[in-house]
């Protein structure tokens, strides 16, 4: 790998968007894409009917880079729209380079840039800490090179994920073909659950503790007490965008008072409900509310319902979901180990 570097600043001209106002949002015209519609953390795509400066258009193929709020750098794929401030657009008028190198690279100076970021409430790259910041430059047959071994992996990574995604889907298809529309009883939340909460804040976790600590984040924590000793499902009741997570215990375990601790007033399959739980989550995303952090209530929640099918059914279902967390397992395996090399690969060449 050459040793000759080059700054973002020198490599390409970056447009920022346009600070649409929110009465300039429609239902008609030309999406307006903000940092939200690139992370898909939206669900609310505003569109815009009117004169525009042509900089701020962006078609398939163009590079963005969000540079407030969330670091990233897409490949724009979803055809003519208008870029919203917070946002670059890039072109390449400066430095010869490879458009997929560039990106790559991008992707992993962003954690570099983000130890950069000024802001109390919205965390955001100052221009001239962005055009500073270096990334290799070796020569374009060079670039070439790391793209096509880069590409290959991930290729593999999208394939793995695709694998998992198959796995759910025939999860989903099973419940449709074993449970819909069968003509079972439906009961609301309060009649299928007990639900309490847990009472610790998120900072009790202690590394390597001796018990699983649930919190709001999907990654378990550890902590060296437990207040909990049972089978249950744990409802993150917050999350920053919305987006939940259940997950299955049985043993001991304690949980963060904003976690949702779930047991079943009958004896029914916990995997079946955890099921018609995740199904649901997308639901919750939108019926959340708050600002900046979002949040559940048990009125929400009390208003969703559950199908209740014969407990011959539900452990025929429980042993189903075995068997694919099987298969999930095995391909996550993969999957972790293919991540691993590229994320070696990512610091061998942009390091």
Not at 52 to 71: R, T
């Amino acid at each position: 790998m050459s040793d000759e570097k080059i700054r973002l600043g020198d490599v390409a001209t970056y447009i920022n968007g346009y600070a649409f106002k929110p009465e300039d949002r429609g239902n008609e015209g030309l999406p307006i894409i903000r940092i939200q519609d690139l992370t898909g953390n939206s669900y609310d795509l505003g569109f815009y009917n009117g004169d525009y400066p042509k900089k701020i258009e962006i078609n398939d193929g163009d590079i963005l880079i969000s540079w407030s709020a969330s670091l990233g750098v897409y490949i724009w794929d979803r055809g003519k729209a208008l870029l919203n401030q917070h946002i670059f657009k890039v072109l390449f008028d400066r430095a010869p380079i490879d458009r997929q190198y560039f990106v790559y690279a991008v992707r992993y100076k962003l954690a570099e840039m983000g130890t950069k970021t000024h802001g109390a409430t919205m965390k955001h790259i100052v221009k001239k800490d962005f055009d500073a910041t270096q990334i290799p430059y070796p020569s374009m047959k060079k670039q070439e090179n790391i793209v096509l071994k880069l590409n290959k992996v991930s290729y593999i990574i999208r394939e793995r994920q695709q694998e998992l995604q198959n796995l759910d889907e025939l999860i989903k298809a099973r419940f449709v073909e074993m449970f819909y529309d069968k003509g079972y009883p439906v009961l609301k939340w309060n009649d299928v659950f007990n639900t309490t909460t847990g009472k610790l804040d998120s900072n009790a976790a202690v590394d390597g503790g001796a018990y699983p600590f649930f919190t709001c984040s999907k990654e378990v924590l550890r902590i060296d007490d437990y207040a909990f000793e049972e089978e249950a499902l744990l409802l993150a009741g917050n999350n920053a965008a919305g987006k939940y997570d259940v997950k299955y215990y049985s043993g001991k375990f304690n949980a963060y008072q904003r976690t949702y601790v779930l047991t079943l007033k009958e004896n029914w399959s916990y995997r079946l409900f955890q099921y018609q739980l995740e199904d649901k989550l997308a639901y919750l995303q939108q019926q959340s509310l708050g600002g900046l952090t979002k949040y559940l209530t048990l009125k929400i929640l009390g208003e969703l319902e559950f199908i209740i099918p014969p407990k011959k059914q539900q452990d025929k279902f429980d042993l189903f979901i075995k068997q694919v967390d099987k298969s999930r397992a095995a391909v996550q395996k993969a999957l972790d180990e293919t991540q691993l090399l590229f994320d070696s690969l990512m610091q061998k060449y942009f390091g």
